[in-house]
């Protein structure tokens, strides 16, 4: 398996306040880079996903995800209110609180199709919590479980991300 925290290209890192933004920073060199945020965003044991409804209502759940060539994958039965509001839209945004950085990550959602990423991203989840899917007839299954449930595997490709210090003084965004 083989995962990397690098994006197929390097987003643009900017200050998110301006000069007028008092207290916030606005001092260049406080801009993070994005293999650093990226690090972190593959490295956080959960994650905030919101999805919205079709009725255009937020919903908020704490998920388990993995960080795949580039993307986050998050994984979830497909009968789910996150489930369904995936497959209706696929805009997200996935929060992560870490002692060096908050991040927030807005991207697009597509259900996993291809079986080599899909292995990929079982290995991934795997090795990070324990957590064995089985892939069989085209399926992502938990056998673990009683009923062996179907699930479906989601890749948050990035779109724009926004990165806080620790010291509540420093943000950076990245637009990808």
Not at 1 to 7: G, L
Not at 11 to 23: N, S, T, Y
Request: hydrophobic share 40%; proline share 7%.
């Amino acid at each position: 398996m083989t995962t990397t925290t690098e994006p197929t290209s390097q987003p643009i890192a900017e200050l998110l306040f301006q000069a007028d933004a008092v207290p916030m920073s606005t001092d260049p060199a406080t801009i993070k880079s994005w293999p650093a945020a990226a690090e972190q965003l593959a490295a956080a044991p959960k994650y905030w996903l919101s999805t919205s409804r079709a009725s255009g209502r937020p919903h908020a759940m704490p998920v388990l995800a993995v960080w795949v060539g580039g993307a986050l994958v998050v994984s979830t039965r497909p009968g789910t209110v996150k489930g369904r509001n995936l497959d209706h839209g696929g805009g997200c945004v996935v929060t992560i609180a870490t002692e060096t950085i908050d991040l927030v990550v807005e991207g697009d959602a597509t259900r996993m199709t291809d079986p080599e990423r899909r292995q990929r991203a079982a290995a991934a989840f795997a090795a990070k919590y324990d957590w064995r899917f089985t892939l069989r007839d085209g399926r992502i299954h938990d056998d673990t479980l009683p009923g062996s449930p179907e699930y479906a595997f989601y890749e948050i490709t990035p779109t724009r991300a926004f990165g806080y210090g620790a010291d509540g003084l420093t943000a950076t965004r990245w637009r990808f």
